[in-house]
């Protein structure tokens, strides 16, 4: 079974400082990773992923996620946050299931609070 | 992208009613629907996969009986909560697989309080 851990349930920053928010996955097979926001009172929407070929994966709003299969990890990154990235941000591996559509399992978000 | 819309957005129902929940698939046809519940603190969990014109396919530990999930057109699939208890409040949300494996689209998301 897969599974993924998100260590920080809240990350405070202030506007412009950079950003790591953490997300480790264990799975017996090769996996589908994927990084999903929620604004307040919306629902989620793909920041990024990673399918396979390069292991930096570079997503909307200037975030970028690396792939490090040996320490199986997809740590979401970004150089300068800004107020508007106050959000939850979900990290989540793929189960193509027995449909053979994709089911996500999901960490338990981290909520980005940026302050000015 | 495509769109599905999720309705309502929040509802605060009383212990032991039924509340209803509707995702449309606007601009495609959705087959299949993902269920998913987020309780507080924790991850969104799959509760159940809907299927057009055949019976949804529930997780271990859901209660098809009381979370009733009809997916009666390629548009519209729906998750009814049937004699609801405060332990149901929860964070409800749909979601549809894309035209490629790796592809979801998620509803706006349904916050249910019951009193």
């Known amino acids: 079974a897969q599974s993924v851990t998100q260590l920080d349930s809240q990350v405070p920053v202030f506007e412009e400082a950079p950003v790591e928010l953490r997300c480790n996955y264990s799975s017996s097979v090769s996996v589908y990773l994927f990084w999903y926001v929620q604004y307040p009172n919306q629902g989620l929407q793909l920041l990024l992923k990673y399918l396979s070929g390069s292991t930096l994966v570079k997503g909307i709003n200037g975030f970028e996620a690396e792939f490090n299969k040996s320490q199986t990890s997809f740590h979401l990154r970004k150089p300068s946050v800004h107020i508007s990235d106050t959000a939850e941000y979900f990290c989540?591996?793929?189960?193509?299931?027995?449909?053979?559509?994709?089911?996500?399992?999901f960490g338990t978000g981290t909520r980005l609070l940026v302050s000015p | 992208g495509a769109v599905v819309s999720q309705h309502p957005s929040r509802v605060i129902c009383k212990s032991g009613t039924s509340v209803k929940i509707e995702c449309r698939s606007l601009?495609?046809?959705?087959?299949?629907m993902f269920w998913y519940r987020q309780f507080p603190k924790q991850s969104l969990m799959l509760m159940a996969t809907?299927?057009?014109?055949?019976?949804?396919?529930?997780e271990q530990g859901v209660e098809k009986d009381k979370f009733l999930i009809n997916h009666a057109s390629l548009t519209l699939s729906t998750l009814t909560v049937t004699s609801a208890h405060p332990e149901d409040s929860s964070f409800y949300i749909c979601s549809a697989p894309g035209w490629v494996p790796t592809e979801a689209f998620f509803g706006q998301g349904t916050r249910l309080t019951v009193v």
């Open positions: 601009d495609f046809q959705a087959t299949t």
């Open positions: 809907s299927n057009e014109g055949s019976k949804a396919t529930y």
């Open positions: 989540a591996v793929s189960d193509l299931g027995n449909t053979g559509f994709q089911k996500l399992v």
